[in-house]
């Protein structure tokens, strides 16, 4: 299973990202989370097949209409244990 851990910035909370993101993971059969950071940021992990992980990178980019998202800031990690479903914190 291929694991990325995701820091995503600009205009990403309090418009629907972290479940919006749950949504679109959920479609696309990838795990992970997404949690609102006290800087004002939003960090996902995402985890499943490589293609759809790097799909879902590429859409966390867009996001909900409302989100103006600046930076995407992706780094493999490797989980013993991975996430069995996708959550919001």
Excluded: K
């Amino acid at each position: 299973m291929y694991c990325v851990n995701v820091l995503v910035s600009g205009l990403v909370q309090g418009v629907s990202y972290r479940w919006t993101t749950r949504e679109q993971a959920r479609q696309l059969g990838v795990t992970g989370h997404a949690i609102n950071l006290e800087d004002g940021r939003v960090e996902v992990l995402l985890c499943g097949d490589q293609p759809a992980v790097e799909q879902m990178a590429q859409w966390l980019w867009r996001g909900p209409d409302a989100a103006r998202v600046t930076s995407v800031e992706v780094m493999a990690v490797h989980l013993d244990c991975p996430p069995a479903d996708f959550t919001v914190g």
